[in-house]
């Protein structure tokens, strides 16, 4: 009995993964490697004065994350220089989405003047490991006691179709309470973009 009820909660814990219910924030996550657009791997280990992140899980095909490379850029621009820099990972399926193939992400973020790091989740396993949603959904970590600990879920701000419109910058207002050594007062919204299709 005691085994039967092992495997179904390690069964449920694989499936939670899988389609991308998102675990409890002030979770830790490890560090991980992945190409960038302009041919090199890029791991959170390489900035070693970065004081937290925020991962931006995006792709190339999704018409709520082709609103987001300048809000990306902006908030790169702002935060990298206090030592929280966006990284960008596109983890989409490119068997069904051919937009989404490495060559077309170097294309768009040259295209597009890309500031920040887009890396290409070629296996999808980073994307799984994080349990990313949809396009975009947001991750800010922070470093606590020598570990990288889940602050913020969810979009990047209230308005992904209209920029002007934005009234809830969720993402920053996460960074500038962390900078300020206080608590995050929204640990977690509801990403709103183009559902992850995790192979099988």
């Known amino acids: 009995m005691y085994y039967r009820f092992v495997k179904i909660s390690v069964m449920l814990f694989s499936a939670l993964l899988l389609f991308g219910f998102s675990p409890a924030n002030d979770r830790t996550v490890d560090d991980f490697s992945l190409k960038n657009v302009n041919g090199k791997f890029v791991s959170l280990k390489d900035y070693s004065r970065a004081k937290g992140f925020i991962i931006v899980f995006t792709c190339n095909h999704c018409p709520y994350a082709k609103q987001y490379p300048p809000r990306l850029n902006e908030l790169n621009k702002k935060y990298n220089r206090l030592g929280v820099p966006v990284i ?8 069904n989405y051919e937009e989404d193939s490495y060559a077309k992400m170097v294309a768009k973020a040259k295209n597009e003047h890309f500031n920040f790091p887009y890396l290409f989740d ?8 994080f349990a990313a949603k949809k396009t975009p959904h947001a991750f800010v970590i922070w470093k606590e006691n020598g570990k990288w600990t889940v602050k ?22 996460a960074v500038d309470a962390l900078l300020n050594g206080k608590e995050v007062a929204t640990k977690e919204t509801r990403s709103i973009g183009c559902q992850i299709n995790f192979r099988k």
């Open 122 to 129: 070629a296996q999808q396993t980073v994307a799984k490991y």
């Open 88 to 95: 960008a990972i596109s983890s989409a399926d490119t068997v």
């Open 152 to 173: 913020y879920s969810g979009a990047i701000d209230d308005n992904a179709l209209h920029a002007d419109l934005v009234k809830s910058h969720y993402v920053a207002d």
